[in-house]
C-alpha cells in the first residue's frame, strides 16, 4: 500500500517537482535573446563548456534503466549482466577521434544531425532519409526503457492502480511535465537538471556501496550468496564467472554495444552542443568515471540477491519484474527518507535522457524529412517549431509503447534498436575518415544489413515470447554445432559492411555517378572561431570543392 511508503513519496514528489521547475528555469539560462533556432533550442547555442557537456553526455548514457537494469540482470543471469562496464571503458577510445571530426564538419557546416552530413558527405537524400529514420526507430524504444525504470520505483512505493489508466497515471503526469519543460527550454533543460541528477545518483551509489556491504556481512558473503543462487539455477549459462557458452555473446555483445552507443542521435546530440574540440577531447578522457560508478551499480544486484530481495510480480501472470529489486532493495535495508532519495535519483535519471532523445529525434525528423521533403524553404523558426512539436509527439508515442506493450518487450525492443542503429555505422563513423564507399552501396549495405538483423532477431526465442526474444542468435541456427550465441549486431553490420564494400567495386568499375562531396579535408579539423559556410543542401559552391579522398 502507498500509505506505508508515505515518506518516500513525499521525498521523491518534491525532488521531482525541484527538478521541474529547474526545467522550466532553464529557458533564461544562458539563453540567446532568440531561441527560435534549432542550433539554441536543440543544441543549447553549441555552446556547452566542459563541465557542462560532461554531466550533459554523462546523464546522457547513463540513464534511469542503467540504474535498475544493470543490477537486474546481474541479479537474474549473473555475470552475463556485467558487460556493460567493459562496454563503456572500450567506447571512448573507440569514438575519440570521430566525435572531434564530426563536431568540426558540424561546427563549419551548421550540421544538427548524423543524417545532415551524410547528405552533405554523400550528395544523396535518399542515404539521409534511411539514416534519420533508423535514427528515429532506434530511439523511440531508448525513451520508453526510461518510463520502466519510473515505474519500477512508482511500483515500489505502491503507487499502482487496477486499470491500466490508473496504474500509468504518475508516469503520464510526469511525461508531461518533462514535455512542457522541454518545449520551452530545449537541451538547456537537461543540460541544468543533469547537475541534480549525476549528483544524487553519486552521493546514493557511494552510500550504498560503503553501507550495504557492511550491513550484509561483506563482499565476501555477498559473492557467496549469489555464487548459491547460480549453482542452483537450472540455466547452466548463469553464474559469477562466465562459461564457455556465454563467453562469445558476452564480447559481442559489449564490443557491439560500444560501437553502437555514440552512433544513437541523442549521443551526437549532446556532443554537437559542445563549445569546442578540446570540451570533447576531455570529456572523452573524463567520461570512464562513469564506467566506475556502473561497476558498482551493477554490483547492487549480488546485494540483492545477499539480502534476499525478492522481486515483484511483472505484467504477466507468474512472471516476476527483475527491475524492481534495487528499489526494493533500498526500501528494505534504507531509511525511508533515504529510499525516497535514491527513488528520486532513479526518477530524475530517466528525464534526462529522455529529454535529450526525445529532442534528438525531433531534430532528425524536422531537419532530414520536413525540411528535406515537405518544405525546402523553412525558415529557422520554422524548423525550431516543428521540432518542438515532434519532441512533443515523440513523448507521447514512448508513453504508448509503455501503457500498451509488455515492458519486457519494450526491453528486448531497445535491444532490438542497438541492431539498428549500427547499421549507421558505415556511412557515419567510417564516412568521417573516407568517402571511398559508393553512395548506393551504402543504401545496399544498409538494406543487407538491416534485413539480416531482422530475419536474426525473429529468430530468438525467449521463456516468453517466440519471436523477438533478445539479441543473442543461437549459432546452430547458422548450422553450426555448438550451443554458443552471438550478438547480432555484430553479425549484421559485418554483412552490411561486406555489401557495401563489394558493390562499390562494382559501381565503381561500370562509373556509375558518385555525386559530389560537399566538404573539404579541413572542415574535419575546424576548431571555434573558424567561419562557417552555408549549411543546405549541396550548392554550386561546394561543387566547385576538391572531394575529400
Known sequence: MWRDHLTEIIVFTLLFLLVSAMGFVAA????????????????????????????????????????????????????????????????????????????????????VTPADFVRRRFDSPVLALLIAITGIVATMPYIALQLVGIEAVLKTMGVTGESALARHLPIIIAFAILAAYTYQSGLRAPALIAFVKDSLIYIV??????????????????FDAADAKFQASPNPNDGILLNGNNQLQYVTLAFGSALALFLYPHSITGVLASRNRDVIKRNMSALPAYSLLLGLIALLGYMAIAAGVKPLPGATE??????????????????????????????????????????????????NIYKEYLKRDATAAQEANVSKITSLVVKVGAVACIVFLDPQFSIDLQLIGGVIILQTLPAVALGLYTRWFHRTALIAGWAAGMGLGMWMLYQVASPTRKHFGGSAFPLEKFGFDTPKTIYVGIVAVLVNLAVAALLTLILRAAKAPEGVDGTTPDDYFADEGDPRVTPGPTSEANAAREPVA
Open 318 to 367: 507468474g512472471s516476476v519484474d527483475n527491475n524492481t529489486i534495487v528499489p526494493l532493495l533500498f526500501d528494505q535495508q534504507f531509511p525511508d527518507w533515504f529510499a525516497g532519495v535514491a527513488y528520486a535519483a532513479i526518477g530524475i535519471g530517466a528525464l534526462v535522457p529522455a529529454a535529450i532523445m526525445s529532442i534528438a529525434a525531433a531534430n532528425l525528423f524536422t531537419r
Open 205 to 222: 551509489i557511494l552510500v550504498a556501496v560503503i553501507y550495504l556491504p557492511y550491513k550484509l556481512g561483506g563482499w565476501g558473503d555477498i
Open 28 to 111: 533564461r539560462w544562458r539563453a540567446p535573446k532568440d531561441m527560435a533556432h534549432l542550433d539554441e533550442w536543440g543544441l543549447g547555442g553549441r555552446s556547452f563548456g566542459g563541465w557542462i557537456t560532461w554531466f550533459l553526455v554523462g546523464g546522457d548514457l547513463y540513464t534511469a534503466y542503467t540504474f535498475v537494469a544493470v543490477p537486474a540482470l546481474m541479479f537474474g543471469a549473473g555475470a552475463a549482466g556485467f558487460f556493460a562496464v567493459p562496454y563503456t571503458i572500450v567506447v571512448y577510445p573507440l569514438v575519440f577521434l570521430v566525435l572531434i571530426r564530426l563536431w568540426s564538419v558540424s561546427h563549419r557546416h551548421g550540421f
